[in-house]
Every structure is written in structure tokens, then in C-alpha cells.
């Protein structure tokens, strides 16, 4: 078992910044590769951003590439994404979830475990 705990989620306005936080306990974190996903109000959760399990690699959506970015700290057990230029379409519960499939994974369904949310709301 992996377990999942996001932090840093709140409320910023359009054009700002949020750094979200992603901390695991259980089995090796460095064997996982990591993966952030969002669900905006009466939508279905949608890829956000992979990183490989070394970290060497990572890959973004289309819609937030340029402004997001995903970093893993293996020593630490955390995996962050960083958000900058937000915009109000932003507004979403992100999740970090963990894979032992190679990446990038954007489905889903192929991810193990998950954690329970933090909420980010962009106002305009």
C-alpha cells in the first residue's frame, strides 16, 4: 500500500501562483511513477501532469503546459506541482495518484493509488 496526502490547494486569483504538495508513506516511492489529475465540479477527472519514478522525465497536458510543472523529490517522498499564470478554467480538486507502469501514464485507470484531493480555486 502507498498512501497519498496533497497539500497547498486554496484560493488565488487569475494570474497567480500555487505549489501543490504530495507526500507518500508505505512502499518505496522511488518505485512508483507519479501522477496529478484534476475533477472540476460536474466534470470527469482529467490528466494534469506524469512524472517518471527517477524523475527524469515528466510530461504535461496540453492545457496547462507552459505553466505547470511537475517535480519529485525521492529523498523526501513528495512529488509537487507547481502552478503559475492561473486561470479560473483551473478551478478544479487535484489528486496525485501513483503508478508501477512506465510512463507516461495519462489514463486513469492504470494508476494504483490515490489520495484524497486538495481543492484549488482560481477566481477572476
Known amino acids: 500500500q502507498v498512501q497519498l496526502v496533497e497539500s497547498g490547494g486554496g484560493s488565488v486569483q487569475a494570474g497567480g501562483s500555487l505549489r501543490l504538495s504530495c507526500a507518500a508513506s508505505?512502499?518505496?516511492?522511488?518505485?512508483?511513477?507519479m501522477g496529478w489529475f484534476r475533477q472540476a465540479t460536474g466534470k470527469e477527472r482529467e490528466f494534469v501532469g506524469f512524472?517518471?519514478?527517477?524523475?527524469?522525465?515528466?510530461s504535461l497536458a496540453d492545457s496547462v503546459k507552459g505553466r505547470f510543472t511537475v517535480s519529485r523529490d525521492n529523498a523526501k517522498n513528495t512529488v509537487e506541482l507547481q502552478m503559475n499564470s492561473l486561470k479560473p478554467e483551473d478551478t478544479a480538486v487535484y489528486f496525485c495518484?501513483?503508478?508501477?507502469?512506465?510512463?507516461?501514464?495519462?489514463?486513469?485507470?492504470?494508476?494504483?493509488?490515490w489520495g484524497q484531493g486538495t481543492q484549488v480555486t482560481v477566481s477572476s
Open positions: 495518484a501513483a503508478t508501477g507502469f512506465l510512463g507516461p501514464i495519462t489514463s486513469e485507470g492504470r494508476y494504483f493509488y
Open positions: 512524472i517518471s519514478r527517477s524523475g527524469d522525465s515528466s
Open positions: 508505505g512502499r518505496t516511492f522511488s518505485n512508483y511513477g
